[in-house]
């Protein structure tokens, strides 16, 4: 059984900083891509960076400038770091992986439950 469980979230006023982590546990064989995505209220949830296994960062348009992410392989653990926050970036924050389990099976991606993220003064 494979958990990914989030953490970080809160509320930050306008121009703040927050730090998401993410970290997976159970049956895992190896952790490929690691994404984060997030959904605000009455919208479709949207991607906003992922990571590779081998540090290969991507960056939809609204994270550009302004988050970074990175990872921990050793305790397969990703990171969302977010500055200059606005009130558009209020979401529930989800972590995803690409990952293999122990028993051999073919790779599928986890979702962990999420964070929520609110930007307000």
């Known amino acids: 059984q494979v958990q990914l469980v989030e953490s970080g979230g809160g509320l930050v006023q306008p121009g703040g900083s927050l730090r998401l982590s993410c970290a997976a546990s159970?049956?895992?064989?190896?952790?490929?891509?690691m994404y984060w995505y997030r959904q605000a209220p009455g919208k479709q949830r949207e991607l906003v960076a992922g990571i590779s296994s081998g540090a290969v960062t991507i960056f939809e348009d609204p994270a550009k400038g302004r988050f970074t992410i990175s990872r921990d392989n050793a305790n397969n653990t990703v990171y969302l770091q977010m500055s200059s926050l606005i009130p558009e970036d209020t979401a529930v924050y989800y972590c995803?992986?690409?990952?293999?389990?122990?028993?051999?099976?073919?790779?599928?991606?986890?979702w962990g439950q999420g964070t929520q993220v609110t930007v307000s003064l």
């Open positions: 159970g049956n895992i064989f190896r952790i490929y891509g």
């Open positions: 995803n992986a690409d990952l293999q389990t122990s028993d051999g099976g073919s790779v599928h991606g986890y």
